[in-house]
């Protein structure tokens, strides 16, 4: 699977690293500074501020103290700065290596089977319809192109071992943690592809018939699409899930 990110993201992330990483680069400095010579930096930093500088000179034990703590910050805005400088790096932004979702290269429309969700309170809660259509199209790195995509309405996250009631056993046998998407649509979706970025995002992309009513009302059928994502690297939050060109709300 490959890692991709709106471009407007990308750009912003990567002005914020810059700027934190200038940032550090004055601080680095005064740490050296404090750890090579801490008796020249008292004299021109703190010494003006007594009236006999000469009487108020730290010891020699002092001095020592400043050097270990200056050490100290040294080694952590080093250790900070090479962090921040990888993850301007194309494809470490997820740590060295991207660890792909399994994938399915779709070529034709394959029929998929779908199954009523359970209707109820937590069905509404979720995803605001009485009735829905769950269905688990092939997770693709190359979804049909004759397929249109279709907005994510809303989703939510799924544990397989505790699942919410309306998914009755569809994700049952299954491990880790799964987004369901709600979308609507005039036919069952025949794909999904599913990009995880870093900590921070997962773009997805869901590949159904939707007509011009269906894109811009309440036409069409309301679907659940299960996808399972890398949850130990991913950090989902509010603004965490993309359909391609902007954030959905769960």
Not at 60 to 75: F, H
Not at 197 to 209: L, N, R
Not at 224 to 237: E, H, K, S
């Amino acid at each position: 699977m490959a890692v991709k990110c709106p471009d407007p993201l990308l750009s912003v992330a990567s002005a914020a690293v810059d700027g934190l990483i200038l940032l550090l680069v004055p601080i680095v400095a005064l740490s050296l500074w404090g750890l090579i010579s801490p008796r020249s930096q008292w004299r021109v930093l703190a010494s003006w501020s007594y009236r006999d500088p000469a009487a108020n000179e730290p010891s020699d034990a002092a001095y020592l103290g400043t050097r270990l703590v200056n050490l100290v910050i040294i080694g952590c805005l080093v250790w900070a700065t090479v962090g921040l400088a990888n993850l301007e790096k194309p494809g470490a932004r997820a740590g060295a290596t991207t660890t792909p979702t399994p994938t399915v290269e779709a070529t034709s429309l394959a029929p998929v089977s779908t199954m009523a969700a359970v209707g109820g309170k937590e069905l509404r809660a979720a995803f605001g319809v009485d009735e829905a259509s769950i269905v688990r199209p092939p997770v693709s790195a190359q979804p049909p192109d004759s397929v249109p995509t279709v907005s994510v309405r809303r989703w939510q996250k799924a544990d397989p071992g505790d699942p919410p009631a309306y998914l009755s056993n569809a994700l049952g046998g299954q491990s880790g943690t799964w987004l369901v998407l709600g979308v609507r649509a005039d036919a069952p979706p025949v794909g999904v592809k599913v990009d995880e970025v870093g900590f921070e995002w997962v773009s997805v992309e869901v590949h159904a018939p939707c007509s011009e009513s269906c894109r811009t009302g309440s036409a069409g059928d309301y679907f659940l699409v299960p996808v399972q994502v890398q949850v130990q690297r991913i950090a989902l939050n509010d603004g965490a899930v993309f359909d391609g060109t902007r954030r959905v709300a769960p």
